[in-house]
């Protein structure tokens, strides 16, 4: 039922989107932060340091690009039920024929995975009184993915007066696929926004104890958690520490907050990526999306609409490796490293990810119907809580 009544509320949906798009075929992905300078036996240099995290640093926040460079590599499977769906019903057939007459009525569909994938029919974010897009030309998303962002922020606009608008930084492309400096940020699913700061709002702020609105960001988080199907959310471990132990100080369950951030042998929803002390990456599952992409996926690609997606891996370069060494554990050639990203010579660098293209240029969708996990809902209200708001 939880799905039927999405799909319902995706049609009556009046977001901070609007525009349709169908995608055409997408290169390859870049590897942010891979350069390129010497032999194929160059043994990978050492990386510099992250950077200062101090308050004092944040000034210099200002003029730089969000850093995701070192994200999570692809979600592994996850266990979950099957839900219903709208395509339920229809044949093949049915489905090949509406992608051929009528394509914009299957909504949105997020092609293959964030890290390497493609978006049709995506709507673009636009201005409101949730959030303001910084480039909007990167800010489109699946129907599910922005109806799951506007429903946690009016949630939060509910439950705390006079909450200001946040800056919206990347989802995904017009048709999906590679954007600099993301690794994913490719299927529609991932969203780059700011936190919510005492005072001033503004986008790339480093975020510590003295600027970070916890309420508020609490409430965001605890609203993606219990109103969504959100499958991460990646932010600095220094603001982690800072919302977990304002979770429990207003008297949410220990045991279910500690299991958001990993603890008791859970599925950590909560984790740590480089780059997210100022802002924070949301991914979303798509039950609706992502099964629709599934069930299309061949009539997509027979109709020219979408290409075969290639698959990659992301290695992550450890010290002293080469590229000759990495191309042999994958059975892959060099040269297709290189073309795989963008490279014109063979420096790597350690702690930098790589992307590995895989044998099969034309991978299969997923054989069998999606499951998604349950949501992660607390065991009740804590009257703190409550309270912590007025």
Not at 55 to 72: H, Q, S, Y
Request: aromatic share 6%.
């Amino acid at each position: 039922m939880r799905a039927a009544a999405l799909w319902v509320a995706l049609i009556l949906f009046e977001a901070c989107s609007a525009t349709t798009h169908v995608v055409e075929p997408a290169s390859a992905p870049k590897a942010a932060g891979v350069e390129a300078e010497v032999r194929d036996d160059e043994p990978a240099q050492e990386d510099a340091s992250d950077g200062d995290d101090t308050p004092a640093a944040e000034a210099n926040d200002d003029g730089d690009e969000p850093d995701d460079e070192a994200e999570e590599p692809e979600s592994p499977p996850v266990t979950g039920e099957r839900r219903p769906h709208p395509l339920d019903g229809l044949s093949d057939a049915e489905v090949a024929q509406a992608v051929k007459t009528r394509l914009g009525s299957l909504g949105s569909m997020s092609v293959g995975n964030p890290n390497a994938g493609l978006l049709v029919n995506g709507k673009n974010a636009e201005k409101c009184e949730l959030y303001t897009p910084i480039a909007p030309g990167t800010a489109w998303g699946t129907e599910e993915t922005l109806a799951y962002l506007d429903g946690a922020l009016r949630k939060v606009h509910a439950e705390i007066p006079d909450t200001p608008a946040l800056a919206l930084g990347d989802i995904s492309a017009r048709s999906g696929g590679p954007i600099s400096p993301h690794l994913s940020h490719q299927s529609g699913r991932d969203v780059d926004i700011s936190y919510f700061y005492v005072g001033e709002q503004r986008w790339y702020r480093r975020g510590n104890a003295e600027n970070l609105d916890l309420a508020r960001n609490w409430a965001f988080v605890r609203a993606l958690v219990t109103e969504t199907d959100v499958e991460f959310i990646f932010m600095d471990t220094s603001i982690q520490a800072l919302l977990k132990e304002y979770a429990v100080s207003i008297g949410e369950n220990r045991a279910w907050v500690d299991g958001l951030f990993g603890g008791g042998g859970q599925r950590a929803i909560i984790r740590y990526a480089r780059g997210h002390a100022t802002h924070v990456h949301v991914r979303f599952y798509n039950p609706i999306a992502q099964e629709t992409a599934r069930r299309s996926y061949a009539a997509l690609v027979e109709r020219g609409i979408v290409p075969p997606v290639q698959n990659y891996v992301q290695h992550m370069v450890k010290k002293g490796e080469t590229l000759g060494k990495i191309a042999k554990k994958y059975g892959v050639s060099v040269a297709a490293i290189k073309r795989a990203n963008r490279l014109k010579k063979s420096l790597i660098r350690e702690k930098h990810p790589v992307l590995i293209p895989i044998a099969h240029p034309r991978p299969a969708p997923p054989p069998q119907r999606l499951a998604f996990p349950p949501r992660r809902l607390p065991p009740s209200e804590p009257d703190a809580r409550a309270a912590a708001r007025q």
